[in-house]
């Protein structure tokens, strides 16, 4: 066969060569001018607005290495709420602030806690307003869980080595997010090309509403959890476990 | 642009008859399966009303596949809420097995869809980062400046995921070349 000479290169663009995506529909043109019809000409935004959005896009894009840069500074800096949104989006982390306080490290490291098993994930699919993410390095959640507002859906797994996991996830571009307050190193890592947060060792979670203030669960201590974002859902998993377990259980997820 | 912000409707018209085309190949090859002439029409609409945040002199191709890409994006998700992921996929690889068949050599034409088969579906097996810029770079055939903007990457990233991209393949492929001739 005289493709198996041939570079991937070469057959990357042999594939795309071969890959049909059809026309576009016959009524497109009229369609979007239609709809376009009614609405007002597009003007320009000012300079002022454009450079902000080139500032945050900017900063967006590069959120890691700024962070390099600013992150010694930011960490003793006491944020107020509004900012720390901000802060935490500009990172890239949409649904996630992290808070570091001065104190000490809690000594034991809780078990995390385990979802009901009232729920199947098909008919947890059903009720929430995004599509489940589930790790295939796990099988299926042995308790599965949907919020009151079905906006996050919690599983767990039970009865492995490590004693019990639990994933929790949720469209990161919603208003409220979790808080994470934490005495000890936080680690940024790379899940799968995903960025992630590595939390090594137990702190406390609680979940913020859009203004900041806690949602109705008080802080609970919580177990080592690795927190990334992928495809707009952000991801939380929590065990007993190092980062490699966590790593590999966060990049079989499908 | 510019003639459209005057207020030259026309203007636009031509501008999605341009461009329309890769917009659609945008919209497949990103997952939006069944719902690609959807995404297609939606992101038109959308890139209609945000260009006033156009920034005069960029490229208007990579600026409004990216508003197709987070279109088709979604309409991916949604598909798979629905339970759809099965048949989103059995239609790319229909769609080019057909185009594959009609070479001149039947047999040959068999060894090569088989091999293109398995690179497509090794792509799509890829962490999303990494299968996103392949199928830019190389599905979409666009160039590294495109893809920053299409995918909202810096540079250096597109360029340091692909390298990636590009060696995970290798692997999986010349794994499964073993499995094959053994």
Known sequence: MPEATNSLDAELRALAGELRAGQPADGLVDAVLHRIGAEPVPGRSSRFAQTVRRVRGWLLARWRSVLAALGVLLIGLALAPPVRATVAEWFGFDGVIVRREPGSVPSTTPAPPVASSNLTLDQARRLLRFAPLVPAALGPPSGVEVSADRRVLSMTWTGGPEGTIRLDEFDGRLDWRFAKTVHADVRFVDVGGWPGLWFPVAHDVAWLDADGTPHTQPPRLAAPTLVWEQSGTTLRLEGRIDLARATAIATSVR | VARVRAGETDAYAELVRRHAPIARRTAVL???????????????????????????????????????????????????RRGNREETAALLATDLLYRAGDAADPVRSVLVTDRRARLLGAVRELPEPFRLVVTCRYLLDLDEAETATVLGWPRGTVKSRLHRALARLREELGAGEVVTDA
């Open chain 2, 30 to 80: 990103l997952g939006a399966g069944p719902d690609a002439d959807d995404v297609v029409q939606e992101g038109f609409v959308k890139a209609y009303r945000a260009l006033g945040r156009f920034r005069d002199g960029a490229a208007f191709r990579p600026w409004l596949l990216r508003i197709v890409a987070n279109e088709a994006r979604n309409a991916h998700r949604m598909a798979v």
